[in-house]
């Protein structure tokens, strides 16, 4: 599977857009785009996925760029609840075996 | 749904001692994983399972880790005997099927191995 390269962290002010990138740039085209992120104590928890096409659901947006080498998650209102580690990881559909990174710890300003 | 059930979720042992961690995924997901974490290396994949058929167990780290499935319903990570070194919180997940993208973590279990 890809390796992807995440900052280590980051921080936004509540209610802010928080904009997360993630770069790929080993993907290859049967490869999806997976976002995870974890809450302190809890265990991981599923975002959102894409292939090439921009996705978005309650949770989040994702915008991929064209040549699939790097995408961006983005939570459109970060409320404190969304202080966490945010996982960038890319493996085939179908492919089981998640590769967890370091990640990008997020933390939510008041 | 309740979820993915793990017990026990705090756990602390005596070094040689044998720890079983059971696990009960999500009714009707047919797939089933058992990950680790610490903070030298993160969340690694030790094992996972479809339709209660072990798949890939490269991750497991030595002979002294075995996990079983019986059944669709119920896991067993078992480490004998164990180590300090193995203290680490263990994750179990399900997902539907081998085809779905989204895998459903427990809350964990945290392992102290003294």
């Known amino acids: 599977d890809a390796k992807t390269t995440q900052p280590p962290s980051m921080d936004c002010a509540e209610g802010r857009a928080a904009n997360l990138p993630c770069n790929h740039s080993?993907?290859?085209?049967?490869?999806?785009v997976y976002w995870y992120r974890q809450i302190h104590s809890q265990g991981p928890q599923y975002i959102i996925h894409?292939?090439?096409n921009n996705e978005t659901n309650e949770m989040a947006s994702l915008i991929i760029t064209e040549d699939r080498k790097s995408s961006t998650l983005i939570l459109p209102h970060a409320t404190l609840r969304d202080t966490a580690v945010y996982y960038c990881?890319?493996?085939?559909?179908?492919?089981?075996?998640?590769?967890f990174g370091t990640g990008t710890r997020l933390t939510i300003i008041p | 749904d309740a979820g993915v059930i793990q017990s026990p979720r705090h756990e602390v042992t005596e070094m040689g001692q044998e720890v079983t961690l059971r696990c009960k995924p999500i009714?009707?997901?047919?797939?089933l994983f058992w990950y680790r974490q610490t903070m030298m290396r993160g969340l690694e994949l030790l094992i996972y399972?479809?339709?209660?058929?072990?798949?890939?167990d490269s991750g497991m780290p030595e002979d002294r880790f075995s996990a079983k499935m019986p059944n669709a319903s119920f896991s067993t990570l078992k480490i004998q005997p164990s180590e300090p070194r193995d203290s680490a919180v263990y994750f179990c997940?399900?997902?539907?099927?081998?085809?779905?993208?989204?895998?459903?973590f427990g809350p964990g279990t945290r392992l102290t191995v003294t």
């Open positions: 997940a399900s997902s539907p099927d081998r085809s779905s993208y989204e895998q459903y």
């Open positions: 080993t993907i290859s085209g049967n490869e999806y």
């Open positions: 894409g292939l090439k």
């Open positions: 990881i890319v493996c085939g559909f179908g492919n089981e075996k998640l590769t």
């Open positions: 009714s009707g997901h047919n797939s």
């Open positions: 399972f479809n339709n209660n058929v072990p798949i890939d």
